[in-house]
């Protein structure tokens, strides 16, 4: 597996390259964004570790160019910015994880092994599912409704989809959700979930939990029947 890391700290760089490849990592190393995207569009890496502040191009705007060409990819944010908005900006646009700076080595290579696993997952999957108006397609990472243009889908949001659907009927606390779609093992922030399922009814959603209802209290069902197809 190839790791591609981006930071304009060489010391930081360093640090995650000697933690990352004891572990069988591959790791390719950019100072900043114009050199992640060269080394992005010439080895295509399994996963993509970006810090947000670099000078020139940003760590966003490596994640928007990225998604733009690929739809599976895993984009992981490590960034000492901690104010939520700065989470939100990197999942809407298409980010896997955000982790905070200052971070364990244990909780990034976990962190790393659930994305991983997660589009290893999204790829062996492969039977169709129907949520209400939407036609899931897991292993083309997108999703239908009726003639409209296909919808991208991360590897996470298809596992969220896929969870609603298996358990159809049933309120899923937010703690099911974590275990099955991020793994026992991740760490996760208090609001990561909700931020994940915002951004996915703005992509599947016509009108307000047409799909995914907000269980006050407990988490998200969807109030369906399961089927596949």
Not at 50 to 60: E, F, K, N, R, T
Not at 91 to 101: E, Q
Not at 117 to 128: H, I, N, Q
Request: proline share 5%.
């Amino acid at each position: 597996m190839t790791l591609l890391l981006a930071d304009d700290d060489p010391i930081t760089l360093d640090s995650l390259a000697a933690c990352l490849q004891p572990e069988g990592f591959r790791v390719l190393l950019a100072k900043d964004g114009t050199e992640a995207l060269a080394l992005w569009q010439k080895h295509q890496p399994d996963l993509l570790c970006l810090d947000i502040m670099m000078p020139g191009v940003d760590g966003y705007e490596v994640c928007r160019r990225v998604r733009a060409a690929d739809a599976q990819v895993p984009v992981l944010f490590l960034s000492a910015k901690s104010e939520e908005i700065d989470v939100v900006v990197g999942l809407r646009l298409g980010a896997d994880d955000f982790v905070r700076k200052p971070f364990g080595k244990h909780e990034l290579i976990a962190r790393i092994h659930g994305a991983l696993r997660r589009v290893s997952g999204a790829k062996k999957a492969s039977a169709t599912f129907t949520l209400g108006p939407l036609r899931v397609f897991p292993a083309e990472l997108r999703a239908q409704r009726d003639d409209t243009a296909p919808i991208d889908l991360t590897p996470r949001e298809v596992s969220i989809l896929q969870l609603l659907h298996d358990r159809a009927g049933q309120a899923l606390s937010r703690d099911v959700f974590l275990d099955v779609c991020w793994g026992l093992d991740y760490m996760p922030e208090s609001r990561t979930l909700d931020q994940h399922i915002a951004k996915l009814r703005k992509k599947i959603e016509r009108e307000p939990e047409e799909i995914i209802e907000t269980i006050r209290g407990v988490g998200y069902r969807w109030r369906g029947s399961a089927s596949a197809r």
